[in-house]
C-alpha cells in the first residue's frame, strides 16, 4: 500500500494501483454491483481527455512536456489499455466525479512515470489541476457519453442493416409458400410467409430509421459548459475546439449544443434515444415470439417452419430441440426495456443545474445497444438465415382456415358466409362440402373463388373484372 492525500486526508492506496486517493474513496464507499464500465465509456472518457489537453495546449493554457505526456497515455486508453484501472461501481454518487477522478488519476499517474516520476506523487502533472484542466465532472460525463454512444451506433445500425436484408431474402424465397393468416390467434384469411417476413423487414427498416434520428441528438456536446454551464475557468475558444477536437478524431460531425446550460441540466437526447432503442425491443420481441409460434412443435404445435437446431433442448426429454435464439433475444429485449425505464427515471430526476443520475443513464444506455447489437446478430446469422419451410403442412392449414369464408361474402352475403363457416366447424368438413350440399355455389365457381393465393392479393376471388369502373 502507499498513503495519498486528498482534501479530506489521508488514504491507502494498493501499491502498484493507477488510481490514487479519490478512487479509493470510491471504491470504498461504492461497493453495489461489481459491475465494470462498457469498454467504450472508459475510451470515450480518454478520448476527450486527450481531446482537452490539446486544445488547451494549444491555446497556450497547458505547457507542451505536460500536455504531451497526458495525450499519450490518454491514448494508450483510447486504444484498450489500463481498463482495468477503472474501478469505480457504475453506481456511484456526484454525477460521475468518481469516475472522472478514476480518470485523471489514472492519466496522471501514466503522465508522470514517462516523465520520470514516480506513482501516487502527482508531480508534475497533477490529476486536477493539469489532466482535468478547463474541464468538470458535470461537463466531461455527458461528453463521454454522447461520444461513446456515437462511436458505437454504427455498429447496431449495421446488424440492423444486415438483419433486414436477411428477411428480406426469407421474404423473396418464401414469397409463393401458401399459409393461413392469423388474427386473436383464431383462423383469418390467407397470407403468403413471404409476406409475413417482408413485413419484418419492413419493421425493422423503420426501427433502424428511428434510431439513426435519434442518434443525431446525441452528437449535440455540451463540453466546455464547466460547472454550471457559464464556462468558468475555460477559455473563450475552449468550447468550440473541443467540439472540432473531437469530431476530428472520431470522423463524426460532432456540433455545439448551442446551450451549454441545457446541456448540464437536461438528458432529454439520452431519453430519446433510448426509447428508440426500447421501441426496437418491442419490435424484436414481436418477431422473436412469432418465430417461436411459428415453429411449434413439431407434432402439437403450427409447425409451419423450422428453425436451426442448435443444441439439445432438454436434460430429460430425449430428442427436444428448443428455439433458442429467439428465447435469448426475448431476454436481451426485456431487459432493454427495463433500462430503458431506468434511463427515463434518472433523466427526470434532474435538478436546476444538473442532473447527478448520469453514470447509470450512460451504463444503461451503452449496455442496451451492446446487447442489441449482439442479440440483432446472433438472430441474423444462427437463425433467419437457417430458416426452412414445411410447406405441405403451410398449404394443408390454408385449406383448411375458416378464414377462407371471408371470399364468399361478395357473392352470398356476410350472414350466410357465417352460417356455412359454423356448419363447417361444427360438422368438421369443409367449407367447400357445405356450400355444394347446400347449393348455394357451384363447383366451377368454388374453384376460382376458394383460391388462397388468389386471396392474398387485393381483389374480389373469382372475378376477372377487378379494375375501377368508370
Not at 474513496?25 to 472508459?42: H, I, K, M, T, W
Not at 475557468?233 to 475546439?241: A, E, G, I, K, L
Request: glycine residues 8%; proline residues 4%.
Amino acid at each position: 500500500m502507499r498513503t495519498e492525500t486528498d482534501s479530506l486526508g489521508n488514504v491507502q492506496v494498493p501499491g502498484e494501483a493507477l488510481w490514487g486517493a479519490q478512487t479509493q474513496r470510491a471504491v470504498e464507499n461504492f461497493d453495489v454491483s461489481g459491475l465494470d464500465q462498457p469498454a467504450s465509456y472508459l475510451s470515450a472518457t480518454a478520448l476527450v481527455k486527450l481531446a482537452a489537453a490539446e486544445v488547451n495546449m494549444a491555446l497556450g493554457q497547458l505547457d507542451q512536456e505536460r500536455g504531451q505526456a497526458i495525450v499519450e497515455a490518454a491514448r494508450q486508453i483510447v486504444d484498450g489499455r489500463w481498463h482495468e484501472q477503472f474501478v469505480v461501481d457504475p453506481f456511484q454518487a456526484g454525477a460521475g466525479t468518481s469516475h472522472n477522478m478514476n480518470a485523471n488519476e489514472v492519466i496522471a499517474n501514466l503522465a508522470n512515470e514517462a516523465l520520470g516520476g514516480q506513482r501516487g506523487v502527482y508531480a508534475p502533472v497533477h490529476p486536477n489541476d493539469h489532466v482535468n484542466m478547463a474541464q468538470s465532472t458535470n461537463d466531461v460525463i455527458p461528453t463521454v457519453l454522447r461520444v461513446a454512444a456515437s462511436r458505437e451506433v454504427g455498429g447496431l445500425l449495421d446488424a440492423l442493416d444486415e438483419l433486414a436484408e436477411a428477411l428480406e431474402e426469407r421474404a423473396a424465397e418464401f414469397d409463393r409458400v401458401l399459409k393461413p393468416g392469423r388474427t386473436h390467434l383464431q383462423d383469418a384469411v390467407p397470407v403468403r410467409l413471404g409476406q409475413e417476413f417482408a413485413a419484418y423487414a419492413q419493421a425493422i427498416r423503420l426501427d433502424r430509421e428511428r434510431i439513426a434520428r435519434a442518434a443525431e441528438g446525441l452528437r449535440r456536446l455540451g463540453i466546455g459548459g464547466t460547472a454550471t454551464g457559464t464556462g468558468l475557468n475555460s477559455h473563450p475558444d475552449y468550447h468550440r475546439r473541443m467540439v472540432e477536437r473531437l469530431a476530428a478524431h472520431t470522423g463524426i460531425p460532432f456540433v455545439s449544443s448551442g446551450n451549454l446550460f441545457e446541456s448540464m441540466q437536461s438528458s432529454a437526447d439520452m431519453t430519446d434515444f433510448s426509447s428508440a432503442l426500447r421501441t426496437l425491443a418491442v419490435t424484436l420481441t414481436r418477431i422473436a415470439n412469432d418465430l417461436r409460434l411459428l415453429s411449434s412443435g413439431p407434432t402439437t404445435g403450427l409447425f409451419e417452419i423450422n428453425l436451426p437446431a442448435l443444441q439439445p433442448g432438454s436434460s430429460i426429454m430425449p430428442g427436444k430441440v428448443n428455439p433458442v435464439i429467439p428465447e435469448m433475444l426475448n431476454m436481451v429485449c426485456y431487459h432493454v426495456m427495463g433500462n430503458d425505464l431506468a434511463v427515463m427515471g434518472a433523466a427526470q430526476a434532474g435538478q436546476l443545474e444538473l442532473n447527478v443520475m448520469t453514470p447509470i443513464i450512460a451504463y444503461n444506455l451503452l449496455q442496451s445497444m451492446q446487447i442489441l447489437t449482439n442479440g440483432v446478430r446472433l438472430l441474423d446469422e444462427r437463425c433467419i438465415r437457417g430458416i426452412t419451410v414445411n410447406v405441405e403442412r403451410c398449404q394443408e392449414l390454408a385449406e383448411k382456415s375458416i378464414g377462407l369464408a371471408t371470399a364468399l361474402n361478395a357473392y352470398i352475403g356476410y350472414s350466410a358466409a357465417a352460417k356455412v363457416a359454423q356448419e363447417a366447424m361444427q360438422r368438421d368438413v369443409s367449407l367447400r362440402q357445405v356450400i355444394l350440399e347446400q347449393q348455394l355455389l357451384t363447383e366451377e365457381q368454388l374453384a376460382a373463388i376458394l383460391d388462397p393465393l388468389a386471396m392474398t392479393e387485393p381483389g374480389i376471388p373469382g372475378q376477372t373484372g377487378n379494375e375501377t369502373q368508370e
